[in-house]
């Protein structure tokens, strides 16, 4: 006799939780590796508007060229 989803009723349990299991592990992966690409992406977002503001500070005249040299090269 086949019970729900074509499990058997013999499995008990185990014909519900390791499909439970599954489902919410490949939901838990697909966050992952968004979450994993957003920040890459939030990195090198980072670094660019870090150059900008640099760039802003040196045309005000509040670093000097040196400076923004350094901090050109660091980031």
Same mark, same amino acid.
């Given at each position: 006799?086949? %019970? /729900? %989803?074509?499990?058997?009723?013999?499995?008990?349990?185990?014909?519900? *939780?390791?499909? *439970?299991?599954?489902? /919410? %592990? &490949?939901?838990?992966?697909?966050?992952?590796?968004?979450?994993?690409?957003?920040? $890459?992406?939030?990195?090198?977002?980072? &670094?660019?508007?870090?150059?900008? *503001?640099? &760039?802003?500070?040196?045309? =005000? %005249?509040?670093?000097?060229?040196?400076?923004? $040299? =350094? *901090?050109?090269?660091?980031?």
């Amino acid at each position: 006799m086949m %019970g /729900f %989803g074509g499990f058997s009723y013999g499995m008990g349990m185990a014909g519900w *939780i390791f499909p *439970i299991i599954f489902v /919410f %592990g &490949s939901f838990y992966l697909i966050s992952y590796l968004v979450r994993s690409q957003t920040h $890459k992406n939030n990195l090198s977002d980072d &670094s660019s508007n870090a150059r900008e *503001i640099a &760039s802003q500070r040196y045309a =005000r %005249g509040e670093i000097t060229e040196e400076e923004y $040299k =350094r *901090i050109r090269d660091n980031l």
